[in-house]
């Protein structure tokens, strides 16, 4: 467990301007969500990219009411529901008008992780948030948090490393048709809570 002191909230300015690199650049970093008893933090140890002129963004085709969160700055949450199930936390990656995000894909908890098993006391640790819906519902994350401003003060913010990141490794994305060879999934070698095949981990 992390002491809360550790861990402070990222700055817009420390937030590359570019998806692929911002979707490196996060792995290893800390998601905080405030709780009004306490509060869920988890190292960030996947993410993806998804670019401008990427068939498999959501903003591909060009802004609209959905997507509008991903056209405005860099550091802002962008969440969409899929499958009839699960929600989705992104991270707005580029300059406004320009859309762009990253995809966080999966957590190693740290704090909270009595909050994250209510519900879910099935679930093992490790799983807990691995992979991008499991992630979303642990932080209890719904529609109301798209636009959230992740560099400022709220019920869910981007925190600096606890720890330095592994080694980091680069594979092709997760459960897409468009796009699907882009090397632009980026994860935390040798961590047990990184979601996929193990071949795609090596």
Known sequence: MTQQASIKRLTRRALP????????????KTLV???PHGRITG???ETEAYLPNDAACHAF???TKRNHTLFLERGLAY???IYGNHFMLNVSAERE?????VLFRAL?????????????????EKDLARGPGRLAAALRVTHR???LDFCAPGPLWLGTAVRPAGRIGRSARIGIAKDAGRMLRFYERDSPFVSGPKWLNA
């Open 145 to 147: 948090f798209d636009g």
């Open 97 to 101: 008008g320009v859309g762009a995000a």
């Open 17 to 28: 301007v570019d998806a692929t690199q911002l979707a490196r650049y996060l792995v290893g």
């Open 33 to 35: 969500r405030e709780l």
């Open 43 to 45: 190292r960030i140890v």
């Open 61 to 63: 085709n060009g802004p």
């Open 108 to 124: 190693e908890p740290l704090e909270g992780i009595e909050a994250m098993k209510r519900g879910r006391h099935h679930v093992a």
């Open 79 to 81: 969440v969409y529901f």
